[in-house]
């Protein structure tokens, strides 16, 4: 799997989890829906992305 495969597994799991968690379980946590939104907005501006950093320590590659 390489890194953009792992970011949008990563992303869509986090949005369905967030979205199946706020319809089953409470409306807070659309919260977890949210974030993942907001996450990827701001990635688009900065360039920088969390999950970028989690796979790199994962598979051992150094930061680029």
């Known amino acids: 799997m390489n890194k953009t495969q792992f970011i949008r597994r990563l992303a869509g799991t986090v949005t369905l989890t967030?979205?199946?968690?706020?319809?089953?379980?409470?409306?807070w946590l659309y919260l977890i829906t949210a974030?993942?939104?907001?996450?990827?907005?701001?990635?688009?501006?900065?360039?920088?992305?969390?999950?970028e950093k989690i796979y790199d320590r994962i598979y051992g590659r150094p930061d680029t």
Do not use: E, H, K
Not at 18 to 27: M, Q
Not at 36 to 47: D, I, K, P
């Open 18 to 27: 967030g979205l199946t968690l706020g319809w089953l379980v409470s409306d």
């Open 35 to 51: 974030f993942a939104g907001l996450n990827l907005l701001q990635s688009s501006f900065t360039g920088i992305c969390p999950p």
